[in-house]
């Protein structure tokens, strides 16, 4: 009876991976060949290498603090509580929930501290044709860019920290512990949660996949150096056909922007180079220390839970 069962299950996962062979898979291209991705490229370098360092330096002073933190909480909390806390936020750190929330949350960060000119200049401008329209006086004249401009990185600092939150079971065990955790280690055990999962998110995915872009980067490196050399002698040559005033102009612009791209290139890579000589050791380190420490504060919880009980 099990025979025929075993070879019917054996026929339907044989089915399903010949279909899986035949779905449709993504096709992508690099675009090291194009010089308005070339151009970028050496910025792009620099972007995830400043990224690397700073998770390596922030999981380590993370993983430093962790076995210390129960100290931080006020008499009263649960550390039945408290325990199960530490134990979700480290695994919320590493699901693709957590890290898709935290990817995207940088990634916004980011494109803020790019565009936030411009954005803050479009509201500002918004706001005063309302003032100016709505007859306020000495009101239409009073420069509201850095009042806009910090609004509306609070609100994207606000609403980013919720989503993250949100991608954390750790919170809604607090939320319904409220009462065992203690309305004074609120706080602190939130501070916690955050720290946990940031920090287990950092050692166990952050930095790993870090470690991948700069690789795919430093891979593009020789074809982008060859389409930036390309793109210059074709400015250059353009430029010296070029009759017009505007059409020099332009071209010169381009021309000097090709090569500074090009000119910031040996730098940009020398420095993801350096970040990237031993990460890997480094990873595996900083994996270490952080379950040593995350261990630690978890024993002496499971301590006071114990001398709780007696």
């Known amino acids: 009876m099990l025979a025929p069962r075993l070879q019917v299950w054996c026929c339907l996962l044989l089915t399903l991976a010949a279909c899986a062979d035949k779905q449709p898979k993504p096709i992508v291209v690099s675009a090291a060949g194009l010089p308005s991705y070339a151009i970028g490229y050496a910025d792009r370098l620099n972007a995830e290498t400043i990224l690397l360092i700073a998770d390596k330096r922030q999981a380590t002073e993370q993983w430093q603090k962790l076995s210390a933190r129960t100290g931080e909480l006020k008499p009263g909390a649960d550390p039945a509580a408290v325990l199960a806390v530490v134990q979700q936020a480290d695994h919320a750190g590493r699901t693709e929930a957590f890290a898709r929330a935290n990817e995207q949350g940088r990634s916004l960060h980011a494109f803020w501290e790019e565009e936030r000119g411009p954005i803050t200049a479009r509201a500002k401008s918004a706001a005063q044709k309302q003032l100016t329209e709505g007859n306020c006086g000495a009101c239409s004249q009073l420069d509201l860019s850095a009042t806009l401009g910090y609004a509306v990185g609070a609100g994207i600092d606000k609403q980013l920290e919720k989503r993250l939150r949100a991608a954390n079971e750790a919170y809604r065990t607090i ?68 009759r017009s005033a505007v059409d020099k102009r332009n071209g010169q612009e381009r021309l000097a922007l090709l090569e500074k791209s090009r000119a910031a290139m040996p730098g940009a890579v020398a420095g993801a180079q350096a970040a990237r000589k031993d990460l890997d050791p480094q990873i595996e380190t900083l994996r270490e220390r952080y379950a040593e420490n995350l261990e630690a504060l978890e024993s002496n919880l499971k301590a006071q839970q114990a001398r709780a009980a007696q």
Do not use: C, F, M
């Not at 055990?189 to 952050?206: E, G, H």
């Not at 690789?215 to 389409?227: I, K, R």
């Open 175 to 242: 939320e319904y512990n409220e009462g065992r955790i203690g309305a004074a280690n609120v706080w602190t055990v939130q501070k916690l949660a955050d720290d946990i999962a940031l920090t287990s998110y950092q050692v166990n995915i952050a930095l790993p996949r870090a470690r991948d872009r700069i690789d795919a980067l430093l891979a593009e490196q020789g074809d982008v150096d060859a389409t930036l050399v390309r793109a210059i002698e074709w400015e250059r040559s353009h430029l010296a056909a070029s």
